[in-house]
């Protein structure tokens, strides 16, 4: 299949706390995982990614978990700040049937509001 | 700036008229998508090009829709006879194949809006 679920939908938090985010993919042939940023009237910003053969990633504070087996994948952002306010896309590379090709498939988003 | 630029920002169109949109990816980026998005909604894919070849496109791009990139570096999305449906941010990305295909960095989009 070609879904990927994203939750929650909306979280607001407090300037400091730390913010989860979920995804969950369906197709077990997906081999990286990237999330994006994005601010009011912007296009989506790379922040980071994961592949397949590795269980977690970390930049500053950003970090990024993964299980292949439950096809989960999740989003830390520890210490927030208000300018970490946005909307987070989830992403999964995905296969078509019968095609050699990959493409990346997005979830719905999560609007983020860090209060200052 | 070396990121991806997109032109128009913004258009609003009446129904029934022909619009194109330009995408000038990262230079020395050989694949470059389009991707339309809706409000509330991921980016969902429309089409991308290697080089100057289009290898992909979406049961989303009706025959309305055409894209091309002639010489393998700017692209353009033609949208013929606009419905309001079509209604949408229209993103392009790039990505370089040698160091990953699917590490995408997108533009700022064009919105349209067909009225």
């Known amino acids: 299949g070609e879904n990927v679920e994203q939750h929650p939908s909306t979280l607001s938090v407090q300037e400091g706390d730390s913010a989860v985010i979920k995804c969950t993919y369906s197709d077990s042939a997906s081999n990286y995982f990237p999330w994006y940023k994005q601010e009011l009237g912007k296009g989506p910003q790379l922040i980071i990614d994961i592949r397949s053969n590795v269980g977690e990633k970390k930049d500053q504070r950003i970090a990024v978990t993964l299980n292949k087996t439950a096809k989960h994948f999740s989003l830390h952002i520890t210490e927030t700040q208000p300018e970490d306010s946005a909307v987070y896309f989830c992403?999964?590379?995905?296969?078509?049937?019968?095609?050699?090709?990959?493409?990346?498939?997005f979830g719905t988003g999560t609007r983020l509001l860090v209060s200052p | 700036d070396t990121g991806v630029s997109q032109d128009p920002r913004h258009k609003i169109t009446k129904r029934g008229q022909n619009v194109t949109f330009r995408c000038d990816p990262i230079s020395e980026h050989n694949r470059l998508y389009w991707y339309r998005q809706t409000l509330g909604q991921g980016p969902e894919f429309l089409t991308y090009f290697q080089n100057e070849a289009q290898l992909e496109k979406s049961r989303l791009l009706s025959d309305r829709f055409s894209a091309e990139r002639p010489k393998g570096s700017f692209s353009t999305l033609e949208i013929q006879r606009t419905e309001q449906g079509d209604s949408a941010m229209y993103l392009c990305a790039s990505s370089l194949v040698a160091v990953s295909p699917y590490e995408q960095y997108f533009g700022p989009g064009t919105r349209l809006t067909v009225t």
């Open positions: 992403a999964a590379s995905i296969s078509p049937p019968n095609t050699g090709f990959q493409k990346l498939v």
